[in-house]
T-cell receptor, first 106, second 112 residues
Framework: KNEVEQSPQNLTAQEGEFITINCSYSVGISALHWLQQHPGGGIVSLFMLSSGKKKHGRLIATINIQEKHSSLHITASHPRDSAVYIC????????FGAGTRLTVKP | DVKVTQSSRYLVKRTGEKVFLECVQDMDHENMFWYRQDPGLGLRLIYFSYDVKMKEKGDIPEGYSVSREKKERFSLILESASTNQTSMYLCASQTFPNQPQHFGDGTRLSIL
């Protein structure tokens, strides 16, 4: 079993829909990261969090340390949000989930 | 902004060739990493380095080596390329452990 599990693997939504991507982990962590990878390949860091909730524009990330679970929410989704979203956890080194491929259709 | 530059976006090589993938960062970061990314598997750590001339094996080092002669440059070497090394390769740099890593755009390597 992977140390970091994401669901769903693939997600298709219509423009404007509210989207949730889930991440569960089985190891102790110092922080959890949400990353975004566009079709070109480059990865950018969206959030780093160790407790509670963070918001940036239409993106919201939450973490429940006791349940070892995090969610990434996208409100009012747009086709430009189409990308692979990757959950990663750190405790000295970084462990990655397999990613969730999101497609938002106009 | 941190800039991590990988020398090639796409590369095609033949089985048995020695392949060099170069990565340069411009923010004086101590830590640098090489990953490969395959469908359904996520990113897997090949090698990392916390200082010049220092290198540590990651989870899948077999068939690879690295070089860090200067702080800003971290090179990944495929000593004798094989078809199972066809993959997307990503380089990253980091200030300190547990801080966000900054990624390059990736090199899509095909071994024929």
């Amino acid at each position: 079993k992977n140390e970091v599990e994401q669901s769903p693997q693939n997600l298709t939504a219509q423009e404007g829909e509210f989207i949730t991507i889930n991440c569960s982990y089985s190891v102790g962590i110092s922080a959890l990261h949400w990353l975004q990878q566009h079709p070109g390949g480059g990865i950018v860091s969206l959030f780093m969090l160790s407790s509670g909730k963070k918001k940036h524009g239409r993106l919201i990330a939450t973490i429940n340390i006791q349940e070892k679970h995090s969610s990434l929410h996208i409100t009012a989704s747009h086709p430009r949000d189409s990308a692979v979203y990757i959950c990663a956890v750190t405790n000295n080194d970084m462990r990655f989930g397999a990613g969730t491929r999101l497609t938002v259709k106009p | 902004d941190v800039k991590v530059t990988q020398s090639s976006r796409y590369l095609v090589k033949r089985t048995g060739e020695k392949v060099f993938l170069e990565c340069v960062q411009d923010m004086d970061h101590e830590n640098m990493f090489w990953y490969r990314q395959d469908p359904g598997l996520g990113l897997r750590l090949i090698y990392f380095s916390y200082d010049v001339k220092m290198k540590e094996k990651g989870d899948i080092p077999e068939g690879y080596s690295v070089s860090r002669e200067k702080k800003e440059r971290f090179s990944l070497i495929l000593e004798s390329a094989s078809t199972n090394q066809t993959s997307m390769y990503l380089c990253a740099s980091q200030t300190f452990p547990n801080q966000p890593q900054h990624f390059g755009d990736g090199t899509r390597l095909s071994i024929l």
